[in-house]
């Protein structure tokens, strides 16, 4: 399996702008999540998705973050309109099954740069 | 709710040398452990993980970590650290969701691990 694929795998903006970032989890994963990786406060939990379906997006920062997953096999995080303090690592992850102990399969990243 | 503190946000060591990565967690549960790696612009991958099963875990590239529930600890250690070695690493604790399912994984702020020659 090719693992957890993300794109773009850098990104560069100006503020105000719509940023787009993209994940396809490894294939029959049931859970995917969305994290994100800054210096001052390390990696955090956005939201994530059980079939398709979020389930917990208390960690997405403000209205202006949106993800979706319309299908099993591809998901977007969405930022609108962006801003310098968006700034990060965005990290797309997967796992098999919503067992406790699952091991979560981290894609490479996206970098982030809002100017 | 669950946390975890990696002491030490730097540790620098000699090739050949021991390493070793301190992680302290609190958790009001039963944990669940992990310890990720994470190589200069990759994401990051399972070391190892800790279930409740052995306390001494074994995991991959002859790293293990020791469950001490009396220290509320899960330090990483490696007998002999190799050039290869250099990276973050990050101790993570699992957040038990409401019905048991899949819990959140919550990170500790990662060590950089420095190999000198």
């Known amino acids: 399996d090719a693992g957890v694929i993300q794109s773009p795998r850098h990104e560069v903006t100006e503020m105000g702008q719509e940023v787009t970032l993209r994940c396809k989890p490894i294939?029959?994963?049931?859970?995917l999540f969305w994290y994100r990786q800054t210096m001052m406060r390390g990696l955090e939990l956005l939201i994530y998705?059980?079939?398709?379906?979020?389930?917990?997006d208390s960690g997405m920062p403000e209205d202006r973050f949106s993800a979706k997953m319309p299908n099993a096999s591809f998901s977007t995080l969405k930022i609108q309109p962006s801003e310098p303090r968006d700034s990060a690592v965005y990290f797309c992850?997967?796992?098999?099954?919503?067992?406790?102990?699952?091991?979560?399969?981290f894609g490479p990243g996206t970098r982030l740069t809002v100017l | 709710a669950q946390s975890v503190t990696q002491l030490g946000s730097h540790v620098s060591v000699s090739e050949g040398a021991l390493v070793l990565l301190r992680c302290n967690y609190s958790?009001?549960?039963?944990?669940?452990l992990f310890w990720y790696v994470q190589y200069p612009n990759q994401g990051l991958q399972l070391l190892l993980k800790?279930?409740?099963?052995?306390?001494l875990v074994k995991g991959i590239n002859g790293f293990e970590a020791e469950f001490k529930k009396s220290e509320t600890s899960f330090h990483l250690t490696k007998p002999s650290a190799h050039m290869s070695d250099a990276a973050e690493y990050f101790c993570?604790?699992?957040?038990?969701?409401?019905?048991?399912?899949?819990?959140?994984?919550?990170f500790g702020k990662g060590t950089k691990l420095s190999v000198k020659p």
């Open positions: 992850a997967s796992s098999l099954s919503g067992h406790i102990t699952d091991t979560q399969y």
């Open positions: 294939s029959g994963h049931d859970y």
């Open positions: 998705f059980n079939n398709n379906v979020p389930i917990d």
């Open positions: 958790s009001s549960v039963p944990p669940y």
């Open positions: 800790y279930t409740s099963a052995a306390t």
């Open positions: 993570a604790v699992s957040d038990p969701l409401p019905g048991g399912s899949q819990g959140n994984l919550i």
